[in-house]
């Protein structure tokens, strides 16, 4: 199954470039380094570039997001059409200190089970948030991991309105955008189960008032979503409406194409 996402960074879309808080980056990385040999990394995306190549978009462990020519790579006969593929755990290799480097080795690694189904519109929305929001060359290896525990969790038909929640709460606190749910930012106390708030999405929870357009949440989501306990059917029903609102505003109200797809087959 194919589906078109967006082609490129959020320069490319017109959009403002969002940069991540800072990261501790690893000896070498970033352009630093003109080669990187085994690094473990996936396709989000991949374009045609004149007649025999591609360019691809890569999430990497230790380097980010970056932007690799694959050289021959649509030759009827290239190894590198059939490895380079999304949702499959690769070891890769570069070369190059510009924006655009060269790849020079991609090998399939496994570990993972395929995602089917409603599971592969998941992992299209999750690459779609990633090339959206993630700067390139910002390392974030954690919310590498988490993204790779996520592909698995998918597969395994873990509940996937659960599995997406947690991931795109991972990502707005890997990108540095995601506020303390917990506090209220004006009352500088913590956040009561029993009480409505909505969630400043530059400033964290605030009690609701009744001129309010954003939407309101129970304390209880709040906590719970700190806590990562998606469990109560209200949590994840109130969590769906603030992860949407909050993406929202980071993608200064971009349509998500997976997005759309996703609330109009599963109302994920």
């Not at 599971?119 to 999750?126: I, K, N, Q, S, T």
């Amino acid at each position: 199954m194919t589906m078109e996402l967006p082609t490129g960074s959020q320069q490319d879309a017109g959009m403002p470039v969002r940069h991540s808080a800072p990261t501790t980056t690893p000896r070498g990385a970033h352009r630093e380094n003109p080669r990187v040999s085994d690094q473990p990394a996936f396709v989000l995306h991949s374009l045609p570039y004149k007649e025999t190549s591609l360019i691809v978009e890569v999430f990497s462990r230790d380097y980010g997001r970056i932007s690799l020519m694959a050289k021959g790579a649509k030759r009827p006969h290239s190894r590198l059409r059939s490895v380079l593929q999304t949702f499959q755990p690769l070891s890769m290799g570069w070369a190059g200190k510009s924006e655009m480097r060269t790849l020079t080795s991609a090998e399939w690694v496994g570990g993972l089970m395929p995602l089917e189904k409603s599971a592969l519109l998941c992992g299209f929305y999750l690459n779609e948030l990633l090339i959206k929001l993630l700067a390139r060359d910002d390392p974030h290896p954690m919310l590498f991991d988490h993204y790779v525990a996520t592909l698995n969790q998918l597969a395994h038909d873990e509940p996937a309105p659960i599995v997406l929640r947690r991931f795109e709460r991972a990502l707005l606190k890997e990108t540095g955008v995601a506020a303390d749910l917990s506090y209220c930012t004006v009352t500088r106390e913590r956040v009561e189960a029993d009480k409505l708030y909505v969630v400043d999405p530059e400033l964290g929870p605030r009690p609701a008032r009744p001129a309010d357009a954003w939407p309101r949440m129970s304390g209880k989501t709040l906590l719970d979503m700190d806590a990562e306990d998606y469990s109560d059917t209200v949590t994840q029903a109130q969590s769906k409406v603030l992860m949407r609102f909050l993406l929202a505003h980071q993608l200064n109200h971009a349509q998500l194409n997976t997005r759309q797809i996703l609330i109009d087959l599963m109302q994920l």
